[in-house]
């Protein structure tokens, strides 16, 4: 999943998704510790997949991003978070659109992508699912920017999302 707009609330300033600067300005989003738990009670691995272009461009201390997923992991009992630090100009694998922190994530945690799911609030998000070849929810915030393309599922939450992917889920 993605983190900020998906479990915790985005900052938004002229319509654009922005990430808390520090665990102060931190809201976790109702409802989403109890979609976590259902997602252990049902065998998924929660894992935060997010880009944070805010340390590269300095705007955010590597140690306030560390202090915020440590908040984040003793709250919602996430275990794995993968970042990307860079900024758009950087060109990296890691950094979504591109599918390189979710084929990570499968490699390290032995994930089966074809089992999985990615949950996500912006266009990059859900590029980066289809990429991965995983099925993507998308929250729509109707922010000003790009648009994702089909196909996805909108939700409106994790929750939502949790319950739809849980539904279809429910024989294995």
Not at 50 to 60: E, H, I, K, W
Not at 79 to 101: L, T
Request: one cysteine or more; a neutral charge.
């Amino acid at each position: 999943m993605d983190r900020d707009g998906v479990i915790n609330e985005a900052l938004i300033k002229n319509g654009i998704p922005f990430s808390p600067s520090s665990v102060a300005d931190l809201k976790i989003i109702s409802g989403v510790q109890s979609a976590i738990s259902k997602l252990r009670k049902h065998g998924y691995i929660p894992v935060v997949i997010t880009n944070q272009p805010d340390v590269s461009r300095g705007r955010l201390n590597p140690d306030s991003l560390n202090a915020i997923h440590r908040f984040l992991a003793e709250k919602l009992g996430i275990d794995h978070f993968f970042v990307c630090p860079h900024d758009d100009i950087d060109n990296c694998e890691c950094r979504k659109p591109k599918p390189g922190m979710i084929r990570d994530a499968a490699s390290k945690l032995k994930i089966d992508l074809s089992k999985s799911f990615l949950v996500g609030d912006r266009w990059k998000d859900v590029e980066a699912g289809h990429l991965a070849g995983v099925n993507v929810y998308f929250i729509d915030y109707f922010y000003s920017e790009l648009r994702p393309k089909l196909p996805y599922e909108r939700v409106s939450s994790l929750s939502e999302a949790v319950e739809m992917e849980l539904g279809g889920n429910r024989e294995s």
